[in-house]
């Protein structure tokens, strides 16, 4: 069974950062595309960053210039770097992962931005 285990959420001021990881455990024969999706208190889940297999990072318009995804595949682990955040940027965060062709998702993790 395959489990995906994020944290790094939290409360911080506006312009500050935050840094998101999300392991992946159990039974791995390949990883697929990987991501971070977030949703905001009466909105739909929507994507963040994505990465796939081969590394090439792709981002919502939002968060260009300010998020960075990045993979390690020795630890099967995706990363969120979070700079210069915004309240607009308060959220659940929830990682997402195609492993083996299946679909996984994590339990989430809060991050709260103050003005």
């Known amino acids: 069974q395959v489990q995906l285990v994020e944290s790094g959420g939290g409360l911080v001021q506006g312009g500050g950062s935050l840094r998101l990881s999300c392991a992946a455990s159990?039974?791995?024969?390949?990883?697929?595309?990987m991501g971070w999706y977030r949703q905001a208190p009466g909105k739909q889940r929507g994507l963040v960053a994505i990465i796939t297999s081969g590394g090439t990072p792709n981002y919502v318009d939002s968060v260009k210039g300010r998020f960075t995804i990045s993979r390690d595949n020795a630890k099967n682990t995706v990363y969120l770097q979070m700079n210069s955040l915004k309240p607009e940027d308060t959220a659940v965060y929830y990682c997402?992962?195609?492993?083996?062709?299946?679909?996984?998702w994590g339990q989430g993790t809060q991050v709260t931005v103050s003005s």
């Open positions: 997402h992962s195609v492993i083996d062709y299946v679909s996984y």
């Open positions: 159990g039974s791995i024969r390949s990883f697929n595309s």
